[in-house]
Each structure stands twice: as structure tokens, then as C-alpha cells.
């Protein structure tokens, strides 16, 4: 079992930034892809933005292409999702989420080994 806790959202302006973490509770954690989705009301889960064990290969999604940086650090079991120029369409609940598989860059909800509880990201006009 992999146990994700994801740390770092709240309320800012547009144009503003956060940086998101994503903290794992087993060592193995760095033989595991992670990947960030976020849910807004009403919409379906999206990904948004993936790392390879390593964090040799990154990945995201068009929509913040540019704006959205996701790195690792397995020495202390984290992910992160620094997240600049934020926009109120960024606005959602963010998910951290582990597979034991390279996905390259298709990443689908349905296919994840582990899932965090998710932190809100609002961002205001």
C-alpha cells in the first residue's frame, strides 16, 4: 500500500502561483510513476500533468502546457506541481495519483494504483 497526501493548495488571484506536493509514505515510491488530476464541479477527472520514476520524462496537458511544472524528489518521497500564471479555469480539487507502470503520456483514471484525497486549488478573477 502506497499512502498519498497532497499539500499546498488554496485561494489566490489569477496570475498568481502555487506549488502543490505530493508526499508518499513508502520508500518504493520512487520506483512509481506519479501523475496530477484535478476534478472541477461538475466536470469529469482530468490529467493534468505526470513524472516517470526517475522524473526523466514529464508530461502535460495541453491546457497548461507552459504554465505547469511537475518534478520529483525520491530522496524525500515527494512529487511536486508548481503551477504559475493560474487561471479561474484552474480552479478544482488536484489529485495525486501513483501507478507502477510508465504510461508515457496517456494517463487515465481508471487505470491508477493509488490516489490521494486531493487539495483545492480556487483561483479567483
Known amino acids: 500500500q502506497v499512502q498519498l497526501v497532497e499539500s499546498g493548495g488554496g485561494l489566490v488571484q489569477a496570475g498568481g502561483s502555487l506549488r502543490l506536493s505530493c508526499a508518499a509514505s513508502r520508500r518504493t515510491f520512487s520506483s512509481y510513476s506519479v501523475g496530477w488530476f484535478r476534478q472541477a464541479p461538475g466536470k469529469e477527472r482530468e490529467f493534468v500533468a505526470a513524472?516517470?520514476?526517475?522524473?526523466?520524462?514529464?508530461y502535460s496537458a495541453d491546457s497548461v502546457k507552459g504554465r505547469f511544472t511537475i518534478s520529483r524528489d525520491n530522496a524525500k518521497n515527494t512529487v511536486y506541481l508548481q503551477m504559475n500564471s493560474l487561471k479561474p479555469e484552474d480552479t478544482a480539487v488536484y489529485y495525486c495519483?501513483?501507478?507502477?507502470?510508465?504510461?508515457?503520456?496517456?494517463?487515465?483514471?481508471?487505470?491508477?494504483?493509488?490516489w490521494g484525497r486531493g487539495t483545492q486549488v480556487t483561483v479567483s478573477s
Open positions: 513524472i516517470n520514476w526517475s522524473g526523466g520524462s514529464t
Open positions: 495519483a501513483a501507478v507502477r507502470a510508465d504510461y508515457g503520456s496517456s494517463w487515465y483514471p481508471t487505470e491508477i494504483d493509488y
